[in-house]
């Protein structure tokens, strides 16, 4: 994904930080998605692309915390950066125990906004190609037969051919040809392999 695609979200009451922001972004050629309060954005359309949010703390509604928390509960994991005129250390651990990127004071120094919004995308970028990969994984397994999905789910959880052939009710042939396809449509190099991709698809 090209950083042109890339989405940064701002939630602000003051529409004067919000329409500075966005100037600030468009420099490094980022598109920015303006709100006026957490609300507004929780009933907006979700971003595909990679995105990260910059929220103020204090807002109308929704406290940038209480988004934050929010965020959670509804399983989305955009990642967050705080930006606040009226920060506290308290307020600042909480937030970064909740997973914040960054809890930045005003006035923002351009530069630490930046960089903190660049760690923001490259984590996402890394969350959106994991969702990725973990989706082909699930596709594959879609494809196995049922009887191949139940060899192998045997087979990571550590049976021999022997034990499978017993538990499922079939010869030993029968359980290395399922074996071989499992390996084949999984595209798994080795038993090893195999588990760590049925430990994904479960995760």
Known sequence: MSEAQA???????DPDIRNALQGLLETVDLQAALFATASEFLASKRPQGPCC?????????????DFQQQLARENIPIPVIFITGHGDIPMSVRAMKAGAVEFLTKPLRDQDLLDAIQAALRHDRARLEDERKVADLRNRHD???????????L?????????????AGISEVTVRLHRGQIMRKMRASSLADLIRIADKIKS
Not at 8 to 13: K, L, P, S, T
Not at 53 to 65: E, Q
Not at 144 to 149: C, K, V, W
Not at 155 to 167: C, P, Y
Request: negative net charge; charged residues 25%; hydrophobic residues 50%.
């Open 155 to 167: 087979l990571v959880s550590g049976r021999v051919n022997k034990q499978i052939a017993a538990e």
């Open 143 to 153: 494809s196995l037969t049922a009887r191949e999905r139940e060899v192998m789910e």
């Open 7 to 13: 989405l940064v979200v701002v939630i602000d009451d």
């Open 53 to 65: 949010i910059v929220v103020d703390v204090r807002l109308p509604g929704l406290s940038g915390l």
